[in-house]
């Protein structure tokens, strides 16, 4: 397996874009998280996925944000509209079960101008 | 205070060094994961252990539940293992949701 596929690796854009970071977890894993990274917060969770149905969202950080997952291989993470303090590395990650080892996608670095 | 607290924040190491990084947590977990950033921005997942000890190849991860503390060990450290090492753990009530450390910065230098 290719692992956790995230798309696109980079992406600038300017406040006010809508902006789209897609995410394929592994095939079988019926887990699926989204991450924030930054240098003043670290890593933080946004959302997950059990069976394509989102369980806890408490970490979206406002209504700018949300997340799909149509079906059990891709999930979407839009942000409308973008600003500047939205600039960060997201990861997708999915795992195999509850309590299981999850498994990293190489990121999304977002920089909005 | 973070629900999860790594230390130290930085660590310089020559190479071939023991090296130790601490993990301590305030909640109860049902796991504790330890995490390697590489410079390249890639998270890849060491362990993940619930109790006692693992071991794979140069590293070792250690958990105390009753102590609420973890601890990874590299052994024969080399510059390659330069990298951000990150605690996260599983609280017991929030099923799959991870709460993460703020990360150990590991520079070996050879």
């Known amino acids: 397996d290719a692992g956790v596929i995230q798309s696109p690796r980079h992406e600038v854009t300017e406040m006010g874009q809508e902006v789209t970071l897609r995410c394929k977890p592994i095939?079988?894993?019926?887990?699926l998280f989204w991450y924030r990274q930054t240098m003043m917060r670290g890593l933080e969770l946004l959302i997950y996925?059990?069976?394509?149905?989102?369980?806890?969202d408490s970490g979206m950080p406002e209504d700018r944000f949300s997340a799909k997952m149509p079906n059990a291989s891709f999930s979407t993470l839009k942000i409308q509209p973008s600003e500047p303090r939205d600039s960060a590395v997201y990861f997708c990650?999915?795992?195999?079960?509850?309590?299981?080892?999850?498994?990293f996608g190489q990121g999304t670095r977002l920089t909005v101008v | 205070k973070n629900e999860v607290e790594q230390s130290p924040q930085n660590l310089t190491a020559q190479e071939g060094e023991f090296i130790t990084i601490n993990c301590s947590y305030s909640?109860?977990?049902?796991?504790l994961h330890w995490l390697q950033q590489h410079p390249g921005g890639g998270i890849v997942s060491l362990f993940m252990?619930?109790?006692g000890k693992k071991k794979h190849g140069r590293l070792i991860a250690t958990i105390n539940i009753q102590e609420k503390h973890s601890s990874l060990h590299i052994t024969a450290s080399h510059p390659r293992d330069s990298a951000v090492y990150i605690c996260?753990?599983?609280?017991?009530?929030?099923?799959?949701?991870?709460?993460f450390g703020g990360g150990t910065r590991v520079l070996v230098k050879p």
């Open positions: 990650a999915s795992s195999p079960g509850q309590g299981a080892e999850a498994f």
């Open positions: 095939s079988g894993h019926n887990s």
């Open positions: 996925f059990n069976n394509n149905v989102p369980i806890d």
């Open positions: 909640v109860g977990i049902s796991a």
């Open positions: 252990l619930s109790s």
């Open positions: 996260a753990v599983a609280p017991k009530a929030a099923g799959n949701k991870l709460t």
